[in-house]
């Protein structure tokens, strides 16, 4: 019987194939720190993710005051 | 006797004009100034003398036939080097920016400033492609805090607080994506507005973060902001975001005092993970403003984290060509941050895009009975150069992306802010965000003048002579 599953995020795969993704290209040492502030946004987005807004709320990325 | 190299551009202005001073005599001042202090502090990036001494001598060639001068006449100022300035490549902050062909025309704010007859002398360090709390510049090196050479100068806009809190200038502009304004203007100890967002143009400017950019003036008095901010006002077809409003002058107003103003202090998360003394600054204003009230601004580190994740994702957009052809000229502090960004999930952003919308209902609500709210600019006072981390609440934390944990929550909707120094003793600084309803810029310039007035808050020249 099939069971559901949730990999564990794995930032270095995920960053090596956003690379791909996105064709850029990057010197082996770079990795390690851009690992970590995708943590750091990892982590920003789950603080967002986390507050329930309604269906009506829209974007605003332009923004009048 | 007045000495112009440090005078407040008010005083400057009303010398010119009355014939007192010509604006060669003070043009020429502030540029010995700068040539003999500056090589300390490491606020400009360029200084254009000659086009500033042509321009004074025009002042007084107009005086002299008796035209009247503008509101800002002969006031030496200068610019973020995200700002075209004719003439030169607009580099903000970069190595690959300065292979740029030279600017064909000013930014709007700085033809505005020059209509008012003030005079452009020069460019100023920041941080790369203004992602950036600290003032530290991989290639043009760090803007140094003039109070003390060993500490930051707060960023992006570096040298803009540094030239301000030098005295090199008495009038800069910079810009405040999610605290650039407010973070160097308490550090350095400076006055500096962020208007609302939509309120200044952008046209002619370096941009980092479209939804979240905003331009302002730092300065060492609250009426010069005013004189600014005025000066600078209405709408443009150069930039798509700012408003269709006509000029709404603060200066007239900006010494009417506080009286029938509704002040709170910012509680919950504007309380925590700073310094003691950061609050104390915040408390020691309320009690002279006679504010006993406290409001929370709800949700402020989700606003935090969106601007944050929206900073990411715009600017490494901005920057996926650069990133793909020239990685390794950015500043790998920069460059490290956009690349993460650019990787990131959609609707990362989206959800913080819409969060946006949810939060600015709440916040305007709070302006419904308020209208100031008093922050923190900074959890503490200027970190060491090179300084990587700092404690807060008892938590290590990167100085580079917590020196604006109490400016992000404000800017990232757009809400008008001064940025006020006060000095607790003999040491450096610690700044206090006066934060108004969004078009009120007017409410915060009367009450941060009335705290100068009171003097509770100032912004003294740094002693390097």
Request: aromatic fraction near 6%.
């Amino acid at each position: 019987m099939p069971t559901e599953t949730r990999p564990e995020f794995d930032p270095e795969a995920y960053l090596q194939a956003g690379l791909g993704l996105l064709d850029l290209t990057i010197e082996p040492n770079w990795a390690p720190a851009i690992v970590a502030n995708l943590k750091v946004l990892q982590a920003a987005a789950a603080l967002v993710g986390g507050f329930a807004l309604p269906d009506e709320a829209e974007a605003a990325p332009v923004y009048e005051a | 006797m007045t000495d112009f190299g440090t005078a407040s551009a008010a005083e400057i202005a009303s010398a010119v004009s009355a014939g007192r001073v010509g604006a060669h005599a003070v043009t020429s001042t502030v540029l010995e100034r700068i040539a003999r202090l500056d090589g300390r502090v490491n606020s400009f990036t360029d200084v254009v003398s000659e086009r500033a001494l042509a321009r004074a001598d025009a002042l007084d060639a107009a005086r002299a036939r008796g035209e009247a001068l503008g509101p800002l006449a002969g006031v030496p100022f200068a610019v973020k080097n995200l700002f075209d300035v004719a003439g030169l490549p607009t580099r903000a902050g970069s190595k690959i920016n300065r292979e740029r062909a030279p600017a064909e025309r000013d930014a709007t704010l700085i033809a505005r400033l020059e209509a008012a007859d003030a005079i452009l002398v020069g460019a100023l360090n920041m941080g790369e492609y203004a992602y950036d709390f600290t003032g530290e510049n991989l290639h043009d090196g760090p803007t140094r805090n003039p109070h003390d050479l060993g500490h930051m100068s707060g960023g992006s806009s570096g040298g803009s607080g540094g030239a301000i809190a030098a005295g090199l200038v008495p009038l800069v502009l910079g810009s405040d994506t999610n605290g650039s304004i407010r973070v160097p203007s308490a550090l350095c100890g400076c006055f500096g507005l962020k208007p609302t967002y939509g309120r200044l143009s952008r046209g002619g400017t370096f941009p980092f973060v479209g939804s979240l950019d905003h331009l302002g003036p730092m300065a060492r008095s609250v009426e010069d902001l005013a004189l600014a901010f005025d000066a600078m006002q209405g709408p443009d077809p150069a930039d798509p975001v700012v408003a269709d409003r006509g000029i709404e002058p603060t200066a007239p107003t900006v010494d009417s005092g506080i009286g029938g103003l509704r002040v709170a202090v910012a509680g919950g998360y504007f309380a925590r993970s700073g310094d003691p003394e950061a609050f104390e600054a915040v408390r020691t204003l309320a009690s002279a403003l006679g504010c006993e009230r406290t409001v929370d601004i709800p949700e402020a580190a989700r606003a935090r984290a969106s601007a944050y994740l929206i900073t990411a994702a715009e600017g490494a957009t901005l920057h996926l060509d650069r990133l793909r052809e020239r990685g390794g000229d950015f500043d790998p502090a920069v460059r490290d941050r956009l690349i993460a960004g650019a990787v990131m999930p959609a609707p990362f952003v989206e959800r913080a895009q819409r969060f946006r919308r949810w939060y600015r209902a709440a916040v305007l609500d709070l302006f419904r009975e308020v209208d100031v709210i008093l922050a923190p600019a900074t959890p503490c006072r200027a970190p060491r150069l090179g300084q990587k981390t700092f404690v807060l609440d008892g938590v290590e934390l990167p100085v580079r992306a917590n020196l604006g944990i109490f400016t992000q929550p404000i800017s990232f909707i757009g809400l008008p802010v001064v940025a006020v120094p006060v000095w607790p003793d003999d040491g450096l600084p610690l700044g206090v965000q006066i934060i108004a309803a969004p078009w009120r810029e007017e409410v915060a310039l009367r009450v941060a003048r009335h705290l100068e007035r009171e003097g509770l808050v100032r912004a003294p020249v740094a002693k390097l002579d």
